[in-house]
């Protein structure tokens, strides 16, 4: 049997641009994916993390963004400092391979936060893109138009009550990852309803 831990991640932002904008919530569900030959991958729910991130520069925020993710200033007055923030992801997430929906967006955001935080960041080089592999499995099929979190979770019923809310969108990750490798999944202490 093989065995990997996998960090599922999600972020919000104050808009598009990595060299612009700022974090203002990064979720993290860590899990063991065991697989063995010829059965169905395993995933063990480890852990799940949130952090408010305060943002340095609200000024520059995009004011869509801003509604999307609903942000209000009065929900992150005790936000965490981006690099005390960092500093616990990256030591959750050290050696774990990235696991995210369009995970080149929140990459890039990450990894221009450890380059401006000086924090290490401690994962994987490797990452794992559910964008990617839907599109894999799914490209041809005319009732998908659209690849986005929102669609494929809507195609496999998953329940995300809070979009744009980085552990919710962290969750419907994980189910959608799990949906698209066939992978039976294991909630410590019943923390994912949306995962049946």
């Known amino acids: 049997m093989n065995k990997t831990i996998l960090a599922f991640t999600d972020i919000e932002t104050t808009g598009l641009k990595p060299e612009t904008h700022d ?3 990064i979720g ?14 395993i995933l063990r ?15 520059r925020a995009d004011k869509t963004a801003l ?16 690099s005390d923030a960092l500093s616990e992801y990256a030591g959750e997430t050290a050696d774990a391979i990235m696991v995210g929906h369009n995970v080149a967006f929140d990459h ?27 599109y894999a499995i799914l490209s041809s099929d005319p009732a998908l138009p659209k690849l986005s979190l929102r669609a494929l979770c809507a195609h496999y019923a998953i329940v995300n009550e809070r979009a744009h809310t980085a552990l919710s ?3 419907a990750t994980l189910a959608l990852y799990a949906k698209l490798v066939g992978a039976e999944t294991f909630p410590q202490g019943g923390l994912f309803s949306n995962l049946a």
């Open 28 to 41: 993290l569900i860590l899990a063991e994916e065991e697989r063995g030959r010829g059965e169905p991958p």
């Open 108 to 134: 890039s955001f990450l990894q221009a936060a450890f380059s401006n935080t000086g924090v290490r960041n401690q994962m994987h080089m490797h990452k794992i893109d559910t964008l990617s592999i839907a």
């Open 67 to 82: 509604k999307i993710n609903r942000y209000n200033e009065n929900d992150w007055r005790d936000a965490a400092a981006l």
């Open 45 to 59: 729910i480890l852990k799940e993390r949130e952090w408010k991130v305060k943002p340095e520069h609200i000024e």
């Open 169 to 171: 969108d962290t969750r």
């Open 23 to 25: 974090i203002i919530e």
